[in-house]
């Protein structure tokens, strides 16, 4: 253990490297206080184990840090911005030449859980969804609100939809997700329905050269934010007892088709996810089966028995 009056190998490492990240770098005061404090907390375990030096820290020696901090149940996010602070302490260390080895490299923090959001119940949807369609914008944010639980879509793909990837008379909708990935999504009766009083609308309306089916009353096209403050303002409206974000809708969608099904897979290509969860690997499915999944079990995709047209008081 190196005399406690004076400065380590290490700590003077650190002083070294944090001088360089303020002169040289220009990183802010906040990053800085942010690498001080978690470079701190690594010389201290290096040094309570007798590492004192930079040369002497091994691969091991970072993985049993970052397992020590897990086992103490620091957040997995904490333990990844650690890593973070190190791996480029290390690589300061060895453009310097001070270590021959990066003792980061290759280790990982702990996996992240992601954290899905309540899906509201059918009931809590259906109250969503009712909106009276006393303005023009009320008509096209019902026919918002519909396409997102109907679809399933992600705000971002909604945002950027145009009319063009829209089939009304097929009842699918074509969409671009994440990694540039195409799917074709059913639409239920409900939202086509809604989506054609919002086109009569939107045509006599100037602007919208974009072809965006979702824009304002001036043509402009909305974008995610708008997107998510009308659906936040409607769960107010709505009387719902908590904010609804779009994903919600769209977690909503996924849960409750899997619990009336319990094809996993199914969801997962109606998602367009190359993982549903961090177990499960995409695969594709004949899209006839996705429709007939879609069909029977998604509460807004069927017509009403009894009504030709399909078409309800709501």
């Not at 004192?52 to 086992?71: G, L, M, Q, S």
Request: proline fraction near 4%; hydrophobic fraction near 35%; charge should be positive.
């Amino acid at each position: 253990m190196p005399d406690a009056t004076q400065h380590s190998a290490l700590e003077q490492a650190i002083e070294a490297f944090l001088v360089h990240a303020r002169e040289e770098l220009g990183l802010s005061p906040a990053s800085l206080d942010g690498y001080g404090r978690d470079l701190k907390q690594f010389r201290q375990w290096c040094e309570n184990g007798e590492l004192d030096r930079p040369e002497a820290i091994t691969v091991n020696d970072v993985r049993a840090f970052a397992a020590t901090r897990h086992r103490r149940g620091i957040n997995p996010r904490s333990i990844q911005r650690q890593l973070s602070a190190l791996r480029r302490f290390f690589r300061y260390l060895r453009r310097e030449g001070r270590i021959k080895h990066d003792p980061v490299e290759g280790v990982r923090a702990p996996r992240v859980q992601r954290r899905l959001p309540r899906p509201l119940d059918i009931d809590q949807v259906l109250a969503l969804l009712a909106i009276p369609e006393e303005d023009e914008l009320a008509v096209r944010d019902r026919a918002m609100l519909e396409l997102f639980y109907t679809s399933g879509l992600r705000v971002s793909e909604l945002a950027g939809l145009s009319w063009d990837r829209l089939d009304i008379g097929e009842a699918l909708v074509r969409v671009l997700g994440k990694g540039r990935r195409e799917r074709l999504v059913p639409v239920g009766q409900h939202a086509l329905r809604a989506l054609e009083r919002w086109r009569r609308i939107q045509r006599a309306l100037p602007g919208n050269e974009s072809g965006r089916i979702f824009t304002s009353l001036k043509g402009r096209p909305l974008g995610v934010r708008a997107v998510q403050k009308r659906v936040a303002h409607w769960s107010e409206r709505q009387g719902l007892d908590q904010r609804v974000h779009p994903h919600q809708l769209r977690h909503s969608f996924a849960s409750h088709i899997l619990e009336s099904s319990g094809d996993l897979r199914a969801v997962q290509e109606l998602l367009g996810h190359a993982n549903l969860s961090t177990t499960q690997i995409y695969t594709h499915l004949d899209f006839q089966h996705l429709a007939r999944v879609y069909d029977e079990t998604h509460p807004r995709a069927r017509r009403k028995s009894g009504s030709k047209d399909g078409s309800d008081d709501s």
